[in-house]
C-alpha cells in the first residue's frame, strides 16, 4: 500500500481491522477529528474516492505523526520491497534517495492532480534536522503532462528553498534568569536555567516562555530546582528546570511573631 500505492490493498486492510471499510472510514474521521484534522473528510480508505477532500496543514499534521512510528518511517523510505507471490515492487515516489527525502507518500488522479507528502533528513549546523513538506493539486501540463512528475518536481525545487533558510541557535544559555522567586520576608533570588536549549528553525519564529509558578518551602538552598519552564518556538515544545540562583533563609522568629 505505501510502497507501490496498491488501492486495493487499504481497502483490504480497512475491512481486516473494522470489520468494513464503512466502519473503517468512521475511524478514519474520528482519528482526524483527534488530530485536529478540521478541513479533512474521509470517504474511503484509500483516498481515491472524489468525496475525500484534506488540505496540506491538515496532511503535514498527520505527517508527522505518523513518521514518529518507527516502521512507517522505515517503510516509506523503501526505495522498492519484494512481496509474496507479487515479487519485486518498487516505490512510485521516484525522488527518494535524492536531497536527503526519505518519505513519505505519493498521490494522483485527474480530480485531485499530483500531490505528494515528502520527509527529507538534512544537516543544519552538524546538527540533524528533518524537513517535511506537502504539495497538492499539481495539474498537468504541456511540458510535463504527468501529475505525478510534477508534484515530484515542484516538491524537489521547494526543498533547497526551505532547508537553505534552516538555522541551528541556543535561545536559552545555560544560567539565564527567566523567573524571580518573591518571599514576603526577604528580597527573593533569581530563577535560572539550568540547561541550555538549542532548536532548528527559521529566522522570526515566535519564541515564548511560560513559567509555571508553585510553592516552596521556607528555605531554599542555592542551585535547588524550584520551578520549571516551558518554552515554545514554533510547534516545538521544550521544558527545563529553573535553579534558585542563591539560598533563601526562612524567616526569623520575630517577623513570625509580628505577623501572627
Same mark, same amino acid.
Given at each position: 500500500?505505501?510502497?507501490?500505492?496498491?488501492?486495493?490493498?487499504?481497502?483490504?486492510?480497512?475491512?481486516? =481491522?473494522?470489520?468494513?471499510?464503512?466502519?473503517?472510514?468512521?475511524?478514519?474521521?474520528?482519528?482526524?477529528?483527534? &488530530?485536529?484534522?478540521?478541513?479533512?473528510?474521509?470517504?474511503?480508505?484509500?483516498?481515491?474516492?472524489?468525496?475525500?477532500?484534506?488540505?496540506?496543514? =491538515?496532511?503535514?499534521?498527520?505527517?508527522?505523526?505518523?513518521?514518529?512510528?518507527?516502521?512507517?518511517?522505515?517503510?516509506?523510505?523503501?526505495?522498492?520491497?519484494? &512481496?509474496?507471490?507479487?515479487?519485486?515492487?518498487?516505490?512510485? =515516489?521516484?525522488?527518494?534517495?535524492? =536531497?536527503?527525502?526519505?518519505?513519505?507518500?505519493?498521490?494522483?488522479?485527474?480530480?485531485?492532480?499530483?500531490?505528494?507528502?515528502?520527509?527529507?533528513?538534512?544537516?543544519?549546523?552538524?546538527?540533524?534536522?528533518?524537513?517535511?513538506?506537502?504539495?497538492?493539486?499539481?495539474?498537468?501540463?504541456?511540458?510535463?503532462?504527468?501529475?505525478?512528475?510534477?508534484?515530484?518536481?515542484?516538491?524537489?525545487?521547494? &526543498?533547497?528553498?526551505?532547508?537553505?533558510?534552516?538555522?541551528?541557535?541556543?535561545?536559552?544559555?545555560?544560567?539565564?534568569?527567566?523567573?524571580?522567586?518573591?518571599?514576603?520576608?526577604?528580597?527573593?533570588?533569581?530563577?535560572?536555567?539550568?540547561?541550555?536549549?538549542?532548536?532548528?528553525?527559521?529566522?522570526?519564529?515566535?519564541?515564548?516562555?511560560?513559567?509555571?509558578?508553585?510553592?516552596?518551602?521556607?528555605?531554599?538552598?542555592?542551585?535547588?530546582?524550584?520551578?520549571?519552564?516551558?518554552?515554545?518556538?514554533?510547534?516545538?515544545?521544550?521544558?527545563?528546570?529553573?535553579?534558585?540562583?542563591?539560598?533563601?533563609?526562612?524567616?526569623?522568629?520575630?517577623?513570625?511573631?509580628?505577623?501572627?
Amino acid at each position: 500500500m505505501l510502497i507501490p500505492s496498491g488501492n486495493n490493498i487499504a481497502a483490504l486492510l480497512a475491512g481486516w =481491522d473494522a470489520g468494513s471499510q464503512a466502519a473503517f472510514v468512521t475511524k478514519m474521521n474520528a482519528q482526524a477529528r483527534v &488530530l485536529g484534522m478540521g478541513g479533512t473528510c474521509y470517504a474511503d480508505a484509500s483516498g481515491v474516492d472524489a468525496a475525500t477532500v484534506s488540505t496540506a496543514a =491538515d496532511q503535514f499534521r498527520l505527517a508527522v505523526r505518523a513518521l514518529a512510528v518507527p516502521a512507517f518511517g522505515q517503510m516509506v523510505a523503501m526505495a522498492q520491497v519484494r &512481496l509474496p507471490a507479487a515479487g519485486l515492487a518498487y516505490n512510485v =515516489d521516484s525522488a527518494l534517495g535524492h =536531497d536527503g527525502i526519505d518519505g513519505v507518500k505519493t498521490g494522483s488522479s485527474a480530480q485531485a492532480g499530483g500531490c505528494l507528502v515528502f520527509s527529507a533528513s538534512h544537516q543544519v549546523a552538524g546538527s540533524p534536522a528533518t524537513i517535511v513538506g506537502v504539495v497538492l493539486g499539481v495539474l498537468p501540463t504541456a511540458a510535463q503532462p504527468s501529475e505525478l512528475a510534477g508534484v515530484i518536481a515542484a516538491s524537489e525545487n521547494l &526543498l533547497p528553498s526551505v532547508s537553505g533558510s534552516l538555522e541551528h541557535v541556543q535561545i536559552v544559555k545555560p544560567g539565564t534568569v527567566l523567573g524571580r522567586v518573591h518571599t514576603a520576608w526577604a528580597a527573593g533570588p533569581d530563577a535560572i536555567a539550568a540547561s541550555g536549549i538549542s532548536v532548528t528553525g527559521w529566522p522570526g519564529m515566535p519564541v515564548t516562555v511560560q513559567v509555571t509558578p508553585r510553592p516552596l518551602p521556607p528555605a531554599v538552598r542555592r542551585g535547588q530546582p524550584i520551578v520549571s519552564a516551558t518554552i515554545t518556538v514554533g510547534s516545538e515544545v521544550a521544558r527545563i528546570m529553573l535553579d534558585a540562583g542563591r539560598a533563601v533563609t526562612p524567616p526569623f522568629l520575630r517577623w513570625r511573631l509580628t505577623r501572627l
